[in-house]
């Protein structure tokens, strides 16, 4: 049987089949079998760095249980001659439906309104103060890959008028493209983020760009902590400078600024963009096919290229 070393686990049904097929060992074995595994089961935050990476000299694959890759060395991986394979597509619907969610959410109140009938303040205080309309708007997309083309079709469908900044125009995309991100802010109504988190891409939504949103507007991030300024976003908010935010990511997961908690102007989600049942089966599934094919000698399905 082929030893693999499991970082995260899989989906107890798939992960049933992993068992089946391949010698399983936890990180807390790693001392006793990095000499021999050839496979190694992770997700986009948990490694392995690479240290560990040096100490698995048959390690010939590493299969992500994610999109996001930013915790897994892929560059230094493929200079040891060992594919990474991540989980894109499978998710796009739910982390594009998140977004969407997060936007209308945030415009409407619709956490602070809940509170507001369960805490019984309905029948004593009347009707709740008006909102914000989160159709007909300006929808600002960071990043248009496979996700932001979804969160796109999702904006447009509440007739909003959709633009983006990526670092150059996407071909197939009919939306505006704007190559200065504080522009793209500064005519915007929301601000979606669905970026991946590179060296590049750290605090790229910057003060600038926060307070080019501005006092009305509204920040929704489902990519990466990393990519937003966390504590120049706790500062706007604070002084009045950006309307609201719909947040599904932190900079120190799962630590969250405690200044957002007061916050009714904030909607906060423990990231769960991909966390359905149908997703994160599809995603170990995926995980468990990419082994199968490197093991089996049939191309893999989904390598980091
Ligand atoms: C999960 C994610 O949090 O795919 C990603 O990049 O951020 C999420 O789907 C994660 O990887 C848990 O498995």
């Known amino acids: 049987m082929i030893d ?35 496979g190694c089961v992770t997700n986009g935050h948990s490694g392995p760095p690479p240290e560990m990476i040096d100490r698995m000299p048959k390690l010939e694959i590493i299969a992500s249980a994610s999109v996001g890759y930013d915790g897994i060395p892929v560059e230094y991986a ?29 415009a409407r109140n619709l956490v602070t309104t809940d509170r507001y009938v369960r805490s019984g303040r309905w029948p004593k205080e009347g ?3 008006l ?11 960071l990043g248009m890959g496979r996700i932001g083309k979804q969160i796109g079709q999702r904006a447009e469908a509440m007739n909003n008028r959709v633009a983006y900044h990526s670092r150059t125009p996407v071909a197939d995309v009919p939306y505006k493209h704007y190559a200065d991100l504080v522009e793209l802010a500064k005519n915007s109504d929301f601000l979606i983020v669905i970026i991946p988190s590179t060296p590049q891409t750290q605090k790229i939504v910057s003060k600038a760009v926060i ?4 006092p009305t507007g509204i920040l929704v991030n489902v990519a990466r902590g990393a990519v937003v300024d966390e504590d120049a976003l706790v ?35 423990p990231h769960v963009g991909s966390a359905t049942h149908e997703t994160r089966r599809a995603m170990s599934q995926l995980v468990l096919d990419n082994l199968d094919a490197h093991f089996s000698g049939r191309p893999l399905l989904t390598e980091i290229k």
């Open 4 to 38: 693999i070393l499991q970082l995260v686990p899989l989906r107890p049904e798939v992960q049933k089949e992993l068992e089946a097929r391949y010698r399983l060992h936890s990180k807390a074995d790693f001392e006793k079998v990095a000499g021999i595994v050839r």
């Open 78 to 106: 493929r200079t040891k001659g060992i594919p990474v394979c991540n989980t894109p597509e499978v998710l796009n619907d739910d982390v594009a439906d998140l977004a969407i969610a997060l936007m209308i959410m945030t």
């Open 127 to 129: 009707e709740y103060p």
């Open 131 to 141: 909102a914000k309309r989160a159709s007909g708007k300006r929808v600002g997309i």
């Open 211 to 214: 307070e080019a949103l501005g």
């Open 235 to 269: 500062e706007a908010l604070k002084a009045g400078k950006l309307g609201g935010a719909g947040l599904d990511v932190f900079a120190h997961e799962p630590q969250v600024p405690k200044e957002l908690f007061a916050m009714d102007n904030v909607v906060l989600q």
